[in-house]
């Protein structure tokens, strides 16, 4: 059975960096990717993670404040966010799928269909 459990939220300052961490479990998954819901707005993209055939990853972000990276067994992403603005407060969800995607065609929610609950994070001004 899949499950993606997401972790690292919190409230911080306007300013601060949060690390989120996304642990996925049952398979492994060559894409994985961050979205987030602001209240009252829809969920929208925040990054993605590609792995190749070849064992490389590609990264693509929405956000040049954050970064996503993969951990070494392959199945554990995460979502270093950096100058943390109030309009950053929003549930952070986990997503996965298999595949192959570049650039934007990641960020397609219809096409993942393993999501985390959400860890939410609030930033105060």
């Known amino acids: 059975q899949v499950k993606l459990v997401e972790s690292g939220g919190e409230s911080v300052q306007a300013g601060g960096s949060l690390r989120l961490s996304c642990v996925a479990s049952g398979r492994r998954f060559s894409i994985m990717a961050w979205f987030r819901q602001a209240p009252g707005k829809d969920r929208e993209p925040v990054a993605a993670?590609?792995?190749?055939?070849?064992?490389?990853d590609s990264v693509f972000s929405v956000k040049g404040r954050f970064a996503i990276s993969r951990a070494n067994d392959y199945n554990t992403v995460y979502l270093q966010m950096d100058n943390l603005k109030p309009e950053d407060t929003a549930v952070y969800y986990c997503?996965?799928?298999?595949?192959?995607?570049?650039?934007?065609?990641?960020?397609?929610?219809?096409?993942?269909?393993?999501w985390g609950q959400g860890t939410q994070v609030t930033v105060s001004s």
């Open positions: 993670i590609v792995r190749s055939g070849d064992g490389t």
């Open positions: 997503a996965a799928r298999h595949g192959y995607c570049v650039g934007e065609t990641c960020y397609n929610q219809a096409s993942y269909i393993h």
